[in-house]
């Protein structure tokens, strides 16, 4: 996984600084794509892109990088998806 900022999209939730409402949708965003490579076994061609961008949220929110690591790994646990020791 990169951690390279990227840049926001004007007029999203996370432009507007609103983090607090975009981490449980971001989070669900998450668990969507996270659940597609369950059932199919195949990761979703999106899933890297939402991994990257809660990664950056939850950061933004003033968790650590490894806070941030174990969130996202036992998110990804939940459903079976394994990200292995690289995030």
């Given at each position: 996984m990169?951690?390279?900022?990227?840049?926001q999209q004007p007029g999203t939730i996370t432009a507007s600084n609103r983090l607090e409402e975009a981490e449980p949708l971001m989070r669900k965003s998450l668990e969507i794509f996270f659940k597609?490579?369950?059932?199919t076994?195949?990761?979703?061609?999106?899933?890297?892109?939402?991994?990257e961008n809660y990664y950056q949220l939850l950061l933004q929110l003033g968790k650590t990088e490894t806070e941030v690591l174990q969130n996202i790994k036992a998110l990804a646990?939940?459903?079976?998806?394994?990200?292995?020791?690289?995030?």
């Open positions: 990169t951690h390279g900022h990227r840049p597609f490579t369950e059932v076994g195949y990761q979703h061609p999106n899933l890297q892109g939402a991994i646990k939940t459903y079976g998806v394994n990200l292995g020791s690289s995030g």
